[in-house]
């Protein structure tokens, strides 16, 4: 079975920084695509940064220039890093990632982390 667990959400100032960490676990064998979505309240799920295992990069408009997302392949760890943050950026931030496992090929969810930017 794979999990995947967020951590390094919080409350920040506008014009902070956070990192998020996403660390999967399981009977892992190997990991595709990597994603961070987020959802605010009231709005649907959207997309704010994709890194494939070719290591291309897409990120949603407004998060350009402030967003990075990396990974650590040895430790199947998918990172965000989040600077400049703005009250628009407030949302719960959910990774996604595509992994080949022992039962097969699956995408799975994080359970997600709360980002909340206000002074």
């Known amino acids: 079975q794979v999990q995947l667990v967020e951590s390094g959400g919080g409350l920040v100032q506008p014009g902070g920084s956070l990192r998020l960490s996403c660390a999967a676990s399981?009977?892992?064998?190997?990991?595709?695509?990597v994603a961070w979505y987020r959802q605010a309240p009231g709005k649907q799920r959207e997309l704010v940064a994709r890194?494939?295992?070719?290591?291309?990069?897409d990120y949603k408009d407004s998060v350009k220039g402030r967003f990075t997302i990396s990974r650590d392949n040895a430790k199947n760890t998918v990172y965000l890093q989040m600077n400049s943050l703005n009250s628009e950026d407030t949302a719960v931030y959910y990774c996604?990632?595509?992994?080949?496992?022992?039962?097969?090929?699956?995408?799975?969810w994080g359970q997600g982390t709360q980002v909340t930017v206000s002074s």
């Open positions: 890194l494939t295992s070719g290591g291309s990069t």
């Open positions: 996604n990632a595509y992994i080949r496992s022992l039962s097969g090929i699956g995408s799975y």
């Open positions: 399981g009977s892992i064998v190997s990991v595709s695509s």
